[in-house]
């Protein structure tokens, strides 16, 4: 895990092996071993709707699903976000990120905001040469709606080192809000969504 | 058997319209809108139809019951200028900025930015249009709106739908707030010399129709007005586009030039202008608009980008596409198709002599809202450098830097046609430009933040 010290060396290296954290508002969102991150504007809130089930498998009705099930919205600075008990709100750092090939990072919750229910994040790590906000799935867990509000400090990121330069190959391109998941862009769907053509019986037999 | 009461079914029918307008208004309330405007233009159309529904039950006259009925059904419609304004149908980060520039350029007005679905930019002024339907209904119910002493002159802006995450091409907005200084320029004239000098050029009529006086004196008259008309709208719609475009090559520099090549790729160069609209051809506008460029000293402060190989093709893709547009203007195709127009080789004979007095004119109406491209080398490099990381160009060494810088950097990366982030390898298609729009977008939310946040840092700092 990179201290305070590294991290500030990673945020001063050659632009090209940077660490970048921008907008980083102010200087005490760097601790001792994290960056805390704060809450975004853009949301992503899953909604009720006439939606039989959602198959984020299908690569047909994956994205109409989704359409219909979610719906964008803006939180302008001062105003406030209400999560209620058991409700799942897709939203991002304010800050955008680029990781160098050398860093991987995990995010996760503030404690003082853990207490109070909230899970920030499901998809923990960020991988070597990651560019773009980090997307936060957010939770109540609690039993009382939570009032949010962007730019609050949510979560922190904990940098740690790889053994060997790592090129970013993921599916996210510099993405700049939430954005609906991509499962089923995975190369190997077709293969596990197809049934076999094997049949039982041709399996080896005694002679 | 009662008679059928015409008034009373008139006001019945106009006050089930305001409700339903009321009642749209108050759904539209509920949205998610960019800045506090739109709200504002919400309550401002509340008391207008707070105010009609007091006029109609006080007045008994059918034919005011009427002239409202007309004006609640127009009215109506503008409900549509709000749906438009609302979260995710504008890029949000980009009005804010946007207004604070129009709305200094023009301090009694109110804006309202929205997306429509024609491919145009637009500027539509509400408040006078109101003012003038209504100037004959009793100003009283309405001086808490439209006649009120502090009334804010509202314009809808317009831009479309199609492109609205072009967050480049939003440029063009200068030129629409351009057409209120050309509003200025147009009104300051001195109209008895314009008359005399228009008359002058009318003179007889019979170089339009040599045989103008075969019918008479009144039809000779009347092609002479019609003749005098088509002169002086030709002339002033010419310098409203021409001004305007002036206007918004002070406030945005190149990107200005940039968006106005793009718009127009698939439009004639040459076209004479027509009735309506009365555009000059697109090659004269560049030419006016290329002279500004040179005049402003950009060609050098372009030149001087360069040191790495992803610099050194921006530069010389971005002087090439310039270099391009000077040689489109050194070709007088559309003065010979105008000078071809009888109408219009007098509309721009008096169009010539004030182009000259145009760039002076606008520089006094925007004291200190010009861009300026301070430290430009230094800025667009490293601006760029973060474009091609695939980082928003919000910062510099981190300080926040003008969203009018964003979006020149934006503009350079998109000339050179380089992937987005940078790889040797990539081959450049529309997904760039899509990252591209995002990431200037991104930086237009950065620099707004970074901004306010340090406003209000230095305040606490300072208390």
């Known amino acids: 895990m990179l201290s305070k010290t590294q991290i500030l060396q990673a945020m001063a290296a050659p632009l090209e092996r940077r660490l970048i954290v921008s907008p980083l508002l102010d200087p005490s969102q760097i601790g001792d071993v994290s960056v805390d991150l704060r809450l975004g504007f853009e949301f992503v809130v899953v909604k009720r709707a006439n939606v039989p089930s959602v198959s984020p498998l299908d690569k047909k009705e994956a994205p109409a699903q989704a359409l219909k099930s979610q719906e964008s919205m803006l939180v302008p600075r001062g105003q406030k976000l209400v999560l209620h008990p058991g409700e799942l709100i897709v939203g991002t750092s304010l800050e955008y990120l680029r990781l160098p090939p050398n860093l991987g990072a995990y995010v996760t919750s503030r404690s003082s905001w853990g207490r109070a229910g909230l899970v920030i994040a499901t998809a923990v790590a960020v991988a070597p040469g990651y560019t773009g906000v980090i997307t936060l799935e957010l939770t109540n867990v609690g039993n009382a709606p939570l009032v949010l509000s ?11 080192q790889v053994g060997a330069d790592v090129t970013y190959a993921g599916r996210y391109r510099c993405p700049t809000g939430p954005e609906l998941g991509r499962i089923h862009e995975d190369p190997e769907l077709p293969f596990w969504l197809a049934q076999s053509s094997v049949p039982l019986s041709s399996g080896p037999t005694n002679s | 058997m009662p008679h059928f009461a015409e008034a009373d079914e008139v006001r019945r029918r ?153 967050i480049l091409m939003h440029v063009i907005l200068g030129h629409e707030v351009g057409h209120r200084i050309a509003d200025q320029f147009l009104s300051g004239e001195d109209e008895q010399a314009l008359q005399q000098e228009i008359l002058a050029l009318v003179g007889d009529g019979k170089w339009f129709d040599i045989n103008i006086e075969q019918n008479g ?51 004639v160069l040459d076209g004479v202008p027509i009735p309506r609209s009365y555009h000059p051809p697109w090659r004269y506008r560049y030419r006016q608009v290329i002279r500004e460029y040179q005049r402003q000293g950009y ?95 919000a910062e510099v060494d981190g300080k926040v830097v003008n969203f009018r810088d964003v979006i020149l950097a934006g503009w350079l990366y998109r000339i050179s046609r380089l992937p987005v982030p940078f790889s040797a390898a990539a081959v450049v298609s529309v997904e760039d430009d899509i990252t591209l729009q995002r990431l200037v977008h991104k930086a237009l939310e950065y620099t707004n933040t970074i901004e306010e946040y340090g406003r209000w840092h230095n305040q606490e700092k300072g208390d």
Not at chain 2, 119 to 141: C, D, G, V
Not at chain 2, 218 to 236: G, P, T
Not at chain 2, 331 to 346: E, L, N, V
């Open chain 1, 150 to 160: 962007p730019g609050v400090r949510i979560a922190q990121i904990l940098f740690h």
């Open chain 2, 217 to 267: 004196p009144l039809f000779a008259m009347n092609i002479k007005a019609a003749l005098f008309r088509q002169i002086n709208d030709m002339r002033s719609g010419g310098l409203q586009e021409l001004i305007s475009d002036i206007v918004a090559f002070h406030l945005f520099g190149p990107s200005f030039l940039f968006a106005i090549r793009e718009s127009s790729l698939d439009s």
């Open chain 2, 14 to 166: 106009s006050i089930y319209l305001l409700t339903s307008i009321s009642e749209q208004l108050l759904s539209l309330s509920a949205r998610d809108y960019p800045t506090e405007s739109p709200k504002r233009f919400i309550a401002y159309l509340e008391r207008l139809v707070s105010g009609l529904h007091r006029l109609l039950l006080a007045d008994d006259n059918t034919d005011t019951i009427k002239l409202i009925c007309r004006f609640v059904k127009d009215l109506g419609s503008h409900v549509r200028f709000l749906e438009t304004a609302s979260y995710p149908r504008i890029p949000w980060a980009v009005i804010a900025p946007m207004e604070n520039l129009m709305t200094s350029i023009v301090p009694e007005a109110e804006i309202v930015l929205r997306a429509q679905w024609s491919w145009n930019y637009r500027i539509r002024q509400i408040a006078s249009l109101y003012k003038e339907a209504l100037e004959a209904l009793p100003h009283e119910y309405f001086n808490d709106s439209v006649f009120a002493a502090n009334s804010p002159a509202w314009n809808v802006v317009s831009l479309p739908t199609m492109d609205r995450g072009n």
């Open chain 2, 299 to 393: 060609p050098p402060l372009l030149a001087s980008l360069g040191g790495s190989l992803i610099l050194d093709t921006i530069r010389q893709a971005c002087l090439r596409q310039l270099e391009d547009i000077v040689d489109l203007t050194q070709d007088t195709t559309d003065i010979q198709a105008i000078q071809g127009d009888k109408i219009a080789t007098r509309a721009y004979q008096l169009i010539e002599r004030v182009v000259p007095q145009i760039p002076s004119f606008v520089e006094s109406k925007l004291q200190g809202l010009a861009f300026v491209p301070n430290e430009f080398k230094v800025m667009q490099e490293q601006l760029l450098s973060r474009i091609a990381l695939g980082i928003p160009p």
